[in-house]
């Protein structure tokens, strides 16, 4: 196959079922897998040339970006979805594509960037939604403020910012360290997250796709916030396995990325997203969603 799937003017022919993926990750290929059998056309690109093969045998086209000009296309797609975060100097796709998507801007029907949760920051385990204001405490919950920011300048973008919580699904869940006896579970007294399970991603954005609202912004999450260490040792007990060490989070060993998911504690609030798009997750808690994955693998 091609390494680089080249689109020419005129291709798509104005069709609405036609999903440029910029950053295709794992959120991105949970919404394709979704999307293909109804019958769409998806372009994921990629910075790897080592993963095109695998994201064409998903039924994806793959592009190589950076590295091409992505300029026709954002010409013809009516539907943009952004995954890439941003890095050092800011978002990756308007540093290298801000112009053309401007200019893109009339035609698109829908724009759809995942963010994170992390732009509230820390709460002391309280609720937030979407109307909390963005008190960041991370570099990474500061720079998805400014993305954020920086995607709702564009005049006249048809942006949809999704809110995501902490994502885990096939291939991201607490049983490989648990099986393995690595897993630990880390005590912070107060310490609570808000989840999703990535199927509930996708579900969020095909009904988002079939009913652009633009402008909005949802949070994604299950609606059980619950502590670390509760997901770990019920992980423990749905593999039959001994609940995994209890260790102080101050003297636990952890790399300063881990260490820092810490730094913040709260509970999202999903009733914008449920309201507003007909959405129910999937997996309500990380019970189902673990229970789920591990039917799954068997």
């Known amino acids: 196959?091609?390494?680089?799937?080249?689109?020419?003017?005129?291709?798509?022919?104005?069709?609405?079922?036609?999903?440029?993926?910029?950053?295709?990750?794992?959120?991105?290929?949970?919404?394709?897998?979704?999307?293909?059998?109804?019958?769409?056309?998806?372009i994921g690109t990629t910075r790897s040339r080592e993963k095109l093969d695998e994201i064409a045998a998903t039924g994806v086209e793959p592009m190589v970006w950076p590295g091409s000009d992505l300029s026709p296309l954002?010409?013809?797609?009516?539907?943009?979805?952004?995954?890439?975060?941003?890095?050092?100097?800011?978002?990756?796709?308007?540093?290298?594509?801000?112009?053309?998507i401007t200019a893109a801007a009339p035609h698109l029907r829908w724009v759809g960037y995942l963010s994170t949760t992390g732009v509230y920051g820390d709460h002391g385990g309280d609720w937030v939604d979407e109307t909390t204001p963005l008190t960041p405490s991370t570099r990474r919950g500061a720079a998805?403020?400014?993305?954020e920011a920086a995607w709702s300048a564009i005049p006249g973008l048809p942006l949809h910012?999704?809110?995501?919580a902490g994502i885990y699904g096939p291939g991201r869940g607490p049983f490989a360290k648990v099986r393995k006896g690595t897993a630990?579970?880390?005590?912070?007294?107060?310490?609570?997250?808000?989840?999703i399970h990535v199927e509930d991603i996708a579900q969020a954005l095909d009904l988002s796709l079939a009913k652009p609202q633009p402008g909005a912004i949802y949070n994604l999450c299950d609606d059980d916030p619950a502590p670390p260490q509760d997901v770990i040792g019920h992980?423990?007990?749905?593999?039959?396995?001994?609940?995994?060490?209890?260790?102080?989070?101050?003297k636990a060993e952890m790399t300063p990325m881990a260490r820092s998911f810490y730094a913040e504690s709260k509970k999202v609030r999903n009733d914008h997203a449920k309201a507003a798009l007909g959405w129910q997750?999937?997996?309500?808690?990380?019970?189902?969603?673990?229970?789920?994955?591990?039917?799954?693998?068997?």
């Open 1 to 42: 196959m091609p390494l680089v799937v080249a689109a020419q003017a005129g291709h798509f022919g104005g069709m609405d079922k036609t999903l440029l993926s910029l950053g295709h990750g794992y959120s991105a290929r949970a919404l394709a897998a979704r999307l293909l059998p109804q019958g769409w056309r998806i």
């Open 74 to 100: 954002l010409q013809e797609v009516p539907n943009l979805l952004v995954s890439a975060g941003p890095g050092p100097e800011g978002d990756p796709v308007l540093l290298d594509l801000q112009d053309e």
């Open 144 to 147: 998805r403020v400014q993305a």
């Open 161 to 164: 910012i999704f809110r995501l």
């Open 184 to 195: 630990r579970r880390i005590i912070k007294p107060g310490q609570v997250f808000s989840r």
């Open 235 to 250: 992980a423990a007990a749905l593999l039959g396995l001994p609940l995994p060490p209890a260790v102080d989070f101050d």
């Open 281 to 298: 997750p999937i997996y309500p808690d990380y019970r189902s969603g673990l229970a789920a994955l591990l039917e799954a693998e068997d």
